[in-house]
Each structure stands twice: as structure tokens, then as C-alpha cells.
């Protein structure tokens, strides 16, 4: 062997331990980054189910919200249909002792109006109970159109307080 040789030999010898060694620290470096990913991975999974269990847990809330809402709103609708029935009744009630003459619709007159020509005595007789000033009695017929009238208004306004009641119940 020849020096020539030798040093062909030796430098081939070298080139194939750095090739080895730089093979050898791709292989480390592979395991270090292999290792941070993997640490990255699981923060990654630690953080995506602390977000979902915060969303979970909103919309847990907001159903419950939402079921007492309508829980209330239930309620609510419930009362509202207590009161109007209520009020229908006392009505149908008021409308059948009108019509039975069990009680009597009647208006006070002006007593300083000289213009009308109402020729109702100005004070009461002896089987009356009203002790206030002139009254005239309303034909049957038109006391029930007025207490049509008047159960009409009422459910009006028994409709507007539920209405009422669910605004403020929607808009909390």
C-alpha cells in the first residue's frame, strides 16, 4: 500500500464517520423535535377540552335559562287564562242578573242641567236604597250593550297585562 493509498483509505475512512456522526445527530435531532411535538400535542388536547368544557358548560347555562324562561312564561300564560276566565265568568254573571232583573243599570243625572226633560223625581221614594242624587234606570236591552261593551275593554286590558308581562320576561 502506497501513501497515496493510505490517505485515499483514510480520507473515505473519515468521510464515512462524519456521514455516520451527522446521521447520528439527525437522528437526536429527530427524537428532540419528535419529543417537543409530542409535548405540543398534548397541550394542544389539554387546551381544545378546557374549551369545550367552558362551552359546554354556556350552553348548559343558557338552557337552563331558557327552560325557566319558558317555565315562567308557562306560569304566566296560565295566570293570564285564569284571570280571563275569571272575568268572562263575572261578566256572563253580571249579563244574566241584568237579564233576570235581578239588579238594575242606572245613571246619575245632572241635576243643574234644565236643558234635559227628564221628568225624574228629585229624590228617592221609599223603596229605593240609592240616597244620592236623580238616577234614571237604562232599558234592559241597553244595559246589556254597555256590558258588552264594557266586557270587551275588560279583556282587552287582561290581554295587554299578559302581553306586558311577556316583554318584560322576553327583554331580561
Same mark, same amino acid.
Given at each position: 500500500?502506497?501513501?497515496?493509498?493510505?490517505?485515499?483509505?483514510?480520507?473515505?475512512?473519515?468521510?464515512?464517520?462524519?456521514?455516520?456522526?451527522?446521521?447520528?445527530?439527525?437522528?437526536?435531532?429527530?427524537?428532540?423535535?419528535?419529543?417537543?411535538?409530542?409535548?405540543?400535542?398534548?397541550?394542544?388536547?389539554?387546551?381544545?377540552?378546557?374549551?369545550?368544557?367552558?362551552?359546554?358548560?354556556?350552553?348548559?347555562?343558557? #338552557?337552563?335559562?331558557?327552560?325557566? &324562561?319558558?317555565?315562567? %312564561? !308557562?306560569?304566566? =300564560?296560565?295566570?293570564?287564562?285564569?284571570? *280571563?276566565?275569571?272575568? #268572562?265568568?263575572?261578566?256572563?254573571? &253580571?249579563?244574566?242578573? %241584568? !237579564?233576570?232583573? =235581578?239588579?238594575?243599570?242606572?245613571?246619575? *243625572?245632572?241635576?243643574?242641567?234644565?236643558?234635559?226633560?227628564?221628568?225624574?223625581?228629585?229624590?228617592?221614594?221609599?223603596?229605593?236604597?240609592?240616597?244620592?242624587?236623580?238616577?234614571?234606570?237604562?232599558?234592559?236591552?241597553?244595559?246589556?250593550?254597555?256590558?258588552?261593551?264594557?266586557?270587551?275593554?275588560?279583556?282587552?286590558?287582561?290581554?295587554?297585562?299578559?302581553?306586558?308581562?311577556?316583554?318584560?320576561?322576553?327583554?331580561?
Amino acid at each position: 500500500m502506497t501513501p497515496l493509498q493510505k490517505l485515499v483509505g483514510l480520507a473515505v475512512l473519515i468521510l464515512a464517520l462524519m456521514a455516520g456522526a451527522s446521521g447520528v445527530t439527525w437522528q437526536v435531532q429527530d427524537w428532540r423535535m419528535g419529543k417537543k411535538i409530542a409535548e405540543q400535542a398534548g397541550l394542544h388536547k389539554v387546551d381544545m377540552a378546557a374549551i369545550s368544557n367552558a362551552a359546554s358548560a354556556q350552553a348548559r347555562a343558557e #338552557q337552563e335559562k331558557r327552560l325557566t &324562561l319558558e317555565q315562567q %312564561l !308557562a306560569d304566566q =300564560d296560565q295566570q293570564h287564562t285564569r284571570e *280571563l276566565s275569571d272575568a #268572562q265568568h263575572n261578566q256572563a254573571a &253580571l249579563r244574566d242578573r %241584568l !237579564a233576570t232583573a =235581578d239588579v238594575r243599570l242606572s245613571v246619575l *243625572l245632572d241635576a243643574t242641567d234644565t236643558g234635559s226633560d227628564c221628568s225624574v223625581p228629585p229624590t228617592t221614594g221609599a223603596v229605593g236604597v240609592v240616597h244620592a242624587a236623580r238616577r234614571a234606570q237604562l232599558d234592559p236591552a241597553h244595559a246589556q250593550r254597555i256590558i258588552a261593551i264594557t266586557d270587551d275593554g275588560d279583556n282587552a286590558i287582561t290581554a295587554l297585562r299578559a302581553c306586558q308581562v311577556y316583554v318584560r320576561a322576553i327583554s331580561r
